[in-house]
């Protein structure tokens, strides 16, 4: 018979299409089976193999993706498990296993309509369907709806004796409602069905237990051991139970077989020893754990469990820890062994000996988290904030939600005055672990500092729930709703604060400050008046006491206060100050002097204390007075950058101009960061004529260079100027004057020296104008005079 050559061409084409067909099917079936088989087998990672070679064949095979779903589920992977759900009723909406795992993951996140529409979906289709009614009972359960739940569970369990979920439901009801024969009834029904499932003979375990049943509670626990051999909580449960019935060696043995069949875990170990050292004594655990170190001597394991032998004995512990480093020089365990013995001599104070192991422990493993964590530390207290940063990020690389290493960094970054990046970190640190106040408080502090006040009060109205009690949170609410005025809701917080605090001064004396700050001077009063009943001496109290009588004009009555508290504490320096500051108001400045010259000599270290004499004279201009007390403190008090910092003015005011350079370059070297220290330095210098002191005074300017304060760029700019550095001077110059709060004639005469500088003559002649005003008073100032005159002959 002949046969069309197309047509032969064509049947073996399709003849092939089809065995390729047949193939494929078989091989995505033999992939699923094999997939199947793991996962009975708890092998969730081959499990995914398959399944992956599943998918690759048919990405739509909906038994592959329930399988994963599954896993995820045992895993805890709640996502996985949603992800891989939603696949499969995309695909086959009537797959009612999925559709109710689905509704479960909506009960658990809250969702009660999404969950009931998944249940009612099974229902219309399977009315009798045990696990949908078991989900809808859960749903009433979670909308307190419990007499339906109830019923919904009693027939559940009429159609699936022992049906696991509503079995465990109702049990918790009855026990709940006391109904403890139903109760255990419902649970031993469900034992009987599912004599397998952990959870139900732990429940069950526990009744036992309470009704002192204890030896029916081991019959349980070793036959709960023999289902779940690799459950060590169950063998240390039934360990318990050994030694409470003072069965020290069956107890000994239990956690023996434990160790050996999960040889590479501590916790075992350290349960083992710390039974035999509570039981037996100190000598037989150490023995113990000799002999397991003789049998297993590359498992550091038993040595690091003798470190729990010796808790209370830094030299044993640390005798310890370097034979291990000496025995796994290289390796993990000395590594770990390094780690435990920098924290123990760091909290010896031994931080150099500490740190050379961290460094150890860095060269041998770069990415060690502990010890870059324990070298950030380090780096944050010697003021490297660089590589404090460096190294915490390092660790975020490898682990982005480390708590310690976002607060490390938050730290160095708040240490280096960058607030928006510590700001940020914080915010990501908070996302990690919601409850850490310690990095909410600080995120508050930042967004206060950079006037987000705003963004402040809803943090802190979102963690106060959390942290109730907390008094920082407290007084920070209130402060920031007092700051806006937000008098009713200050008040709220501070009588809250009130009725939780131990002790009662502080939420007393927050209170009086915003019944200050809306003038109730009187409700002021009563509040101050509280903090005194417990503290008679506190000079914060006293002051608000007195500014209320004040503001209410009973003079006598402050003064009346004050007198008593100094007489009854006649060498309380706080005290004395506030009566002197008091003298001051009245204008006794004689009575004033003299108090103020008593707390000096009760304060020679407390640098205030001569301020505040200072201040008197200066008020009365005897500068030279003032300066005497300055000179005086600081023979006292060498490096106080306050008094420093006055005798620089001062010794401005009154012409002592090498003096004024001298304190502030003695006050520079202890705060080289300080710009006004920069800025005052600086302008003295810039009025010699000398060009190694002007070359001097332009190294120390740089900093003020993109100031926004006006007198800060002048004085850069007229370095610039008495530099050679025209452009700079121009545009620091121009800066200042369109920044300046007033007419400052010497900013307007260093602008029009520049100009002329340029040969912008107009320019400059409008600027000499403005820089010769009446009682314009500078070193140019004749110059300034001169050059006007000049121009206008012109």
Known sequence: MYINNKIWIGMLLSLSILTACDSTKEREAKYLNRAQSYFDEGNYEKMRVEIKNVLQINPKNVDARYLMALAA????????????LMAVVEENPNHYE????????????????????????????????PDALALKAAINLARNNKDEAVQLLRQVLVLEPGHYDASLLLFNILAKDNQVDEAKKVLDDALKAHPDKLQLGLIKARILLAEKKTGEAEQLFLALIQAHPDNEKLYYDLAKIYVSQNKIDEAEQLLKKLIAQLPDKDQPKFVLVELLQQKKGVDVAERELNRLIQEHPDNFGFHFAKLALHKKDPEKLEQILREIIQEDKLGAAGIKARNQLAKLLAAQGKNKESLTLVEEVIELDPRNTDALLMRAGYEIKQGDNDAAIADARTVLRENPESEKALMLLAIAQLKSKNLELAEETLEKLLLVNPKNLVASKDLVRIKVQRKDEEGAIKLLEKIQPLAKGDQDIAVMLIDLYGKRQQWEKAEKVANEFLASAKTKELPHYKLAQLYLGQKKYEDAIREFKKVLETKPTAPDALVGIVRSYLALGKVKEAEALLDKAVADNPDNAALLTLRAELYKTRRQLAKAEQLFKRVIELKPKAPRAYQQLASLYVAQNQLDKAIAVYQKGLKNIPDSPLILMQLGILETVVGNKQTAIAAYKQLLAIQPDNLLVVNNLASLLSESDDPDVLKEAWSLVKPLKDSTYPAFLDTYGWLAFKNGQIDEALSSLEKAVGKEQGVVPEMHYHLAMVYLKLGRTQEAKLELEKAVVEGARYKGIEEARLKLKELSQK
């Open 73 to 84: 589920e045992k895993d805890g992977d709640w996502r996985k498990m949603y992800g891989n």
């Open 98 to 129: 999925a559709q109710l795992k689905l509704g479960k993951l909506f009960i658990f996140s809250k969702e009660l309509d999404k969950a009931e529409e998944k249940a009612d979906l099974v229902l219309l289709a399977q009315p009798e369907n």
